[in-house]
């Protein structure tokens, strides 16, 4: 066979194997992604940026409050849906804490937190937004802390479901900075496995 025809065939053959090789390699790296963090929502009121970096475990990685919000809150995280499916059912998952950690060489500020059950709804079925139930109100007004754990031995028993999204909520905290200024490093659930 003659190169002119050989070379554009094996051409199109190496591209078509790393085309695949590279769609392969980068569809299990954001599975793995989404098995850690699920895409859910995260909204700041404040106009600072790096809201995402408070759930990236990376505790160098910080957000911090620029201004004052006009609204109720300055910046909320919907982090976990409050089931998981086993292959079978929705079972319930146990959570224990909501870790929160402060900026390195600095300490947490004064907040307010509502802790939402918000519901886990297909908005694009739905044609509306999640209803939210407040589980809690917390209040933090100590000095000098690094981190704290607030016990989340308030939230509701949940029961195993089987039809989604009846009685499954997404777990989000909604804080409000008590100053105009302020930084936190992270914010994680702890879970019973």
């Not at 190169?3 to 980068?26: K, Q």
């Not at 959570?95 to 918000?118: G, K, M, Q, S, Y």
């Not at 999204?165 to 879970?191: Q, S």
Request: proline content about 7%; overall charge neutral.
């Amino acid at each position: 066979m003659r190169p002119v025809i050989v070379l554009p065939i094996f051409f199109a053959v190496f591209c078509i194997l790393f085309g695949n090789y590279f769609l392969y390699s980068g569809t299990n790296q954001k599975i793995e992604r989404y098995k850690e963090n699920p895409p859910f929502r995260i909204e700041d009121v404040t106009g600072s940026t790096g809201l995402s970096f408070l759930l990236d475990k990376n505790p160098s990685t910080v957000w911090r409050k620029i201004q004052n919000s006009q609204g109720d809150f300055d910046f909320f995280l919907e982090m976990q849906l409050s089931h998981v499916w086993d292959g079978k059912k929705f079972q319930p998952r146990k959570f224990t804490a909501l870790v929160i950690d402060a900026c390195p060489a600095e300490t947490i500020p004064a907040f307010h937190l509502r802790f939402l059950l918000r519901e886990s709804i297909n908005v694009d079925k739905e044609l509306r937004m999640p209803k939210d139930e407040v589980a809690f109100v917390y209040h933090f007004q100590e000095t000098g802390k690094k981190q704290i754990s607030i016990p989340l031995n308030q939230l509701p028993t949940f029961s195993v479901e089987n039809n989604y999204p009846n009685n499954i909520f997404i777990l989000t905290p909604e804080f409000k900075l008590d100053r105009e200024t302020g930084c936190l490093a992270e914010v994680r659930l702890l879970e019973n496995l």
